[in-house]
């Protein structure tokens, strides 16, 4: 009963409060309202695009040959700003690249990277352009350095220090080849990468062995007469 009471005169104190700002409480109230509406539409109408991107790229997957650079990169302009979007721009890279259009895969592959550098596809736009490089006959092993030292996927890092370990054998490095190629073949036990990778450790290793200098001949000095 007190404590209804004690409740009562609250609301008896601070009505004429309510009446005196009233206005000013009605139009933060509106306020309000008119931004969670049109939070809630942006969203609707983002989440609608991601549902519409991804329909789209899943038709396009399903297509006949397979989709084309630039039916992906059309998606990817259509729906900027969505998962899918970034999806089909990556795999419009990656179709550029197969097709053996470097100079441009490189290009969308950098595109990719300057506009969603944060995005957890990255590390796989990173190698793309370290690997359009490596095509183009200029093989850049800080570009592939790089992907190492930021990429979370251990598919992609493997992927980028079995390119490493091409480049320091290319340049006659053979330890830092080897060692490398060790890396990537322990990563990938069973996989095509780990296979090729335990090729070259296996060939590294007998360079290695022929390269080094021959112990010398061990002799024994006969003890001369007297001693």
Known sequence: MQAQDTTTLFLLKLWPWIEAKKTRLIGGAVII???????????YQHE???????????????????PTAEACLKIANEYPGTVAGQRAMLQGAAALYEAGRYPDAQAQFQKFLDAHSGSELAGQAALGVAASLDALGKPDATKYQAVVNSSTDPAIVSAAKFALGRIAESQGKLNEALGLFQEAAGANPGSSLGYEAGMHVLDLRNK???????????????AKPGN
């Open 33 to 43: 309202a008119v931004a969670i509406f049109v939070i809630s539409f942006f969203s």
């Open 48 to 66: 609608q695009k991601e549902i519409a991107a991804g329909q789209a790229l899943t038709q396009l997957s399903v297509t006949a040959g397979g």
């Open 208 to 222: 290695i062995s022929a390269s080094a200098p021959a112990p010398a001949p061990f002799t024994i000095t006969p």
